[in-house]
């Protein structure tokens, strides 16, 4: 009887992986995409991958770093002019640390740092003239902490005072715009106690800066055209009415004292009709254009 031999072979399995797809932009590859369908690597969101109105479609959102499809360090988005807009640090695709956003015409909004979404530490909010707006410190819960502050728009200090556990404790102190104490308040865990509550009169005349910046606009007199209509009623030249055009388009709108707009908008159109411009008044004078309707 024969003996039967068998030869146990070894079968190797191959595994083919699918091949990895990315972009290229400016020569670098970029928005990889794994043999695991995951997000690696450095990527920029473009207009056209974004759901966000006002982006041309190759134009950049935002940019930044994920690891297995969660973002990782800075993130930096854009406005749609194309100026920085926010710079966010991420762990695991939750703002963690330091961030900073940015007015649009280039100065800080914000800074500070977040942890469990909340903010922690140090905290600034300024004006777009780069003045500070607000000064705080935040402890690990996310309340207020210690010295907090306020500031005019000038850099004068508006509210100085203490809080605990997020909320107002002691004396604070409020200012006028020209520096002189405007009141104290005595607080105890946020309760004010208005029997240790004073106020005070400012030691020099407080300037009205909205009165001035309107003595400094030009005057330009708006009276009421032949063409205009008045949208109903009798009109005698003074009061609130709205008028328009011989296309029926809203010409002017606004308070009218002698026929003259004191107060409101005038409506300007193409020779096409389309409205290209909102003028606006106020007290007779021209104080600046609208921005002019979203369609």
């Known amino acids: 009887m024969k003996k039967l031999i068998y030869i146990l072979i070894p079968i190797f399995v191959c595994s083919i992986s699918t091949a990895q797809s990315y972009s290229i932009h400016n020569g670098d590859t970029i928005n990889v995409i794994d043999e695991n369908n995951l997000k690696q690597g450095f990527w920029r969101i473009f207009g056209k991958m974004s759901n966000l109105p006002g982006y041309d479609p190759d134009q950049v959102v935002e940019e930044g770093n994920y690891e297995n499809s969660r973002k990782q360090g800075i993130w930096v988005k854009f406005f749609t002019s194309g100026k920085k807009k926010s710079e966010i640090n991420y762990v695991n695709s939750r703002p963690n640390g330091y961030y900073?956003?940015?007015?649009?015409?280039?100065?800080?909004?914000?800074?500070?740092?977040?942890?469990?979404?909340?903010?922690?530490?140090?905290?600034?909010?300024?004006?777009?003239?780069?003045?500070?707006?607000?000064?705080?410190?935040?402890?690990?819960?996310?309340?207020?902490?210690?010295?907090?502050?306020?500031?005019?728009?000038?850099?004068?200090?508006?509210?100085?005072?203490?809080?605990?556990?997020?909320?107002?404790?002691?004396?604070?102190?409020?200012?006028?715009?020209?520096?002189?104490?405007?009141?104290?308040?005595?607080?105890?865990?946020?309760?004010?106690?208005?029997?240790?509550?004073?106020?005070?009169?400012?030691?020099?005349?407080?300037?009205?800066?909205?009165?001035?910046?309107?003595?400094?606009?030009?005057?330009?007199?708006?009276?009421?055209?032949?063409?205009?209509?008045?949208n109903s009623g009798s009109f005698d030249g003074n009061g609130y009415h709205k008028m328009y055009n011989q296309n029926k388009q809203l010409s002017k709108a606004g308070t009218f004292k002698n026929y003259r707009l004191m107060e409101g908008e005038v409506y300007q159109y193409d020779k096409n009709g389309i409205l290209y411009n909102i003028e606006k008044y106020k007290a007779g004078r021209y104080i600046g254009d609208a921005p002019l309707p979203k369609e």
Do not use: C, H
Request: overall charge negative; charged content about 35%; glycine content about 10%.
């Open 100 to 230: 900073k956003t940015y007015y649009e015409n280039g100065q800080v909004e914000e800074e500070g740092s977040w942890k469990n979404n909340r903010s922690t530490g140090e905290f600034k909010r300024y004006y777009e003239n780069g003045q500070v707006s607000q000064n705080f410190t935040f402890n690990e819960t996310g309340k207020r902490e210690g010295k907090q502050q306020y500031f005019y728009e000038n850099g004068q200090l508006m509210i100085e005072g203490n809080w605990a556990g997020g909320k107002e404790d002691g004396v604070v102190t409020e200012y006028y715009e020209n520096g002189d104490i405007k009141a104290q308040k005595a607080f105890n865990g946020g309760t004010i106690d208005v029997t240790n509550t004073k106020t005070f009169e400012p030691k020099n005349p407080i300037k009205d800066k909205e009165a001035e910046e309107l003595a400094k606009a030009p005057v330009k007199v708006v009276k009421v055209s032949e063409e205009d209509e008045v």
